[in-house]
T-cell receptor
Framework: DGGITQSPKYLFRKEGQNVTLSCEQNLNHDAMYWYRQDPGQGLRLIYYSQIVNDFQKGDIAEGYSVSREKKESFPLTVTSAQKNPTAFYLCASSIGGPPGYEQYFGPGTRLTVT | GQQVMQIPQYQHVQEGEDFTTYCNSSTTLSNIQWYKQRPGGHPVFLIQLVKSGEVKKQKRLTFQFGEAKKNSSLHITATQTTDVGTYFC???????????FGKGTKLSVKP
């Protein structure tokens, strides 16, 4: 059963702590993405990776970091430098890098920082 | 940077009524994609439009790309309760060729 998995579904952290969100895909897709979604907002791109060991900043990369050591995995770390980390985080993948391919999304992780 | 504007933000309809959401840009759109996100769920790809004036249909859903490639629309005929969710348009026009999403139109359907 192919797809994208994100864990955990809900995550709670105290302010000042770094937290890493997991994203794994078994679709054999080259490109992977991280988006942030806030209530009433569209999706905003945090980071994306078109190939292993390479990634680019999106529109709102400040306070976040990523790695792409394996094709199937693209973890996102929300650092203590991110001023408003509470949000719904979505991971996605596509066959190739932009432009032009449909993106497949994982179920998301809802992060709450207090 | 490029912005993709989507209207309306919310739409409440009676089951059986039609529904339309519009996606507009001041610059030429590249490839428009439409996604649907059910409440509590994640976005799911519906369709991609590439050519000027393109029209595509999926059962009760009709997607259009404007002649000048500055707007797109999604029309649902005779809405059903299963159509509930937020519909997003997205354009591959970001500075690095990435997807730029509109803020979405949230559709609610009263049975």
């Amino acid at each position: 059963d192919g797809g994208i998995t994100q864990s955990p579904k809900y995550l709670f952290r105290k302010e000042g702590q770094n937290v890493t969100l997991s994203c794994e895909q078994n679709l054999n897709h080259d490109a992977m993405y991280w988006y942030r979604q806030d209530p009433g907002q569209g999706l905003r791109l945090i980071y994306y990776s078109q190939i292993v060991n390479d990634f680019q900043k999106g529109d709102i990369a400040e306070g976040y970091s990523v790695s792409r050591e394996k094709k199937e995995s693209f973890p996102l770390t929300v650092t203590s430098a991110q001023k408003n980390p509470t949000a719904f985080y979505l991971c996605a993948s596509s066959i190739g890098g932009p432009p032009g391919y449909e993106q497949y999304f994982g179920p998301g992780t809802r992060l709450t920082v207090t | 940077g490029q912005q993709v504007m989507q209207i309306p933000q919310y739409q409440h309809v009676q089951e059986g009524e039609d529904f339309t959401t519009y996606c507009n840009s001041s610059t030429t759109l590249s490839n428009i994609q439409w996604y649907k996100q059910r409440p509590g769920g994640h976005p799911v790809f519906l369709i991609q439009l590439v050519k000027s004036g393109e029209v595509k249909k999926q059962k009760r859903l009709t997607f259009q790309f404007g002649e000048a490639k500055k707007n797109s629309s999604l029309h649902i005929t005779a809405t059903q309760t299963t159509d509930v969710g937020t519909y997003f348009c997205a354009d591959y026009g970001g500075s690095q060729g990435n997807l730029i999403f509109g803020k979405g139109t949230k559709l609610s359907v009263k049975p």
